[in-house]
């Protein structure tokens, strides 16, 4: 189980938490990017890229017994800041579509290229799995 920390007096954050405690096996992601399970791009879409790159998180932390809810920290590589926050709500939707309403701790970034050219976003996920009773 998480326990989502949140500092009294501070703004409830919208899509992440401040904060995550958790107990259990810990589970490493190593960055996903939007391709699917054969190393192909399907589309050059950033919102697709995304929702592609959470899904292949889910598929990666699935192999570990681990579910969206395990999740417990984010971090977002993105080549372009504009193009994210002009389509923050799209993204948005992509990720309650893939992850649901599951907002661990997250941090994002702009970088000036990743290693794949076509890559829009790369998303590194952190999880604990609770341990069985």
């Known amino acids: 189980m998480n326990t989502i920390l949140q500092p009294d007096g501070w703004v409830k954050p919208l899509g992440y938490a401040n904060g995550v405690a958790a107990e259990g096996r810990h589970v490493f992601v190593g960055g996903q990017i939007g391709w699917n399970a054969q190393s192909q791009f399907e589309s050059d879409d950033l919102v697709e890229q995304t929702r592609q790159a959470l899904t292949n998180i889910l598929e990666v932390l699935a192999v570990a017994g681990g579910k969206s809810e395990h999740i417990t920290a984010m971090t977002w590589y993105l080549v372009d800041k504009q193009?994210?926050?002009?389509?923050?709500?799209?993204?948005?939707?992509?990720?309650?579509?893939?992850?649901?309403?599951h907002f661990p701790a997250?941090?994002?970034?702009?970088?000036?290229?990743?290693?794949?050219?076509?890559?829009?976003i790369e998303i590194q996920a952190n999880a604990v799995i609770p341990k069985s009773p």
Do not use: N, P, S, T
């Open 83 to 101: 193009e994210y926050l002009a389509r923050l709500k799209e993204i948005g939707q992509a990720y309650r579509d893939v992850i649901g309403r």
């Open 106 to 120: 997250m941090a994002a970034v702009q970088v000036v290229a990743l290693i794949e050219d076509r890559a829009k």
